[in-house]
Nanobody
Framework: QVHTVESGGGLVQAGGSLRLSCAAS????????MGWFRQAPGKEREFVAS????????RYVDSVKGRFTISRDNDKNMVYLQMNDLKPEDTAVYYC??????????????WGQGTQVTVSS
């Protein structure tokens, strides 16, 4: 079973930055696209960003384009999300998961505990 551990969240003022990390195990990491998702209180989980298996293709939800950057290290089975110019609406629990290639969907058979990001105004 795929297991992910997200870290790096915290409380930050608007305009600040955070770098999230996700350690994945239980899969052949280098052959899967990976994605970041977030869930705000009272809302459904939403796609934030994805990166292709070898890294060159990246996608972002419109609301984070130009502010967030996704990256990965296949040697370490890690995926990262650099978040700059954070806004209060970015407040959510952030999760990572593996994806079906070329999509923003996945089997989603399990989720990690996530990491809380809180942006104060």
């Amino acid at each position: 079973q795929v297991h992910t551990v997200e870290s790096g969240g915290g409380l930050v003022q608007a305009g600040g930055s955070l770098r999230l990390s996700c350690a994945a195990s239980g899969l052949t990491f280098s052959i899967y696209a990976m994605g970041w998702f977030r869930q705000a209180p009272g809302k459904e989980r939403e796609f934030v960003a994805s990166v292709s298996s070898s890294g060159p293709i990246k996608r972002y939800v419109d609301s984070v384009k130009g502010r967030f950057t996704i990256s990965r290290d296949n040697d370490k089975n890690m995926v990262y999300l650099q978040m700059n110019d954070l806004k209060p609406e970015d407040t959510a629990v952030y999760y990572c998961n593996y994806l079906i290639a070329g999509t923003t969907s996945g089997p989603f058979d399990s989720w990690g505990q996530g990491t809380q990001v809180t942006v104060s105004s």
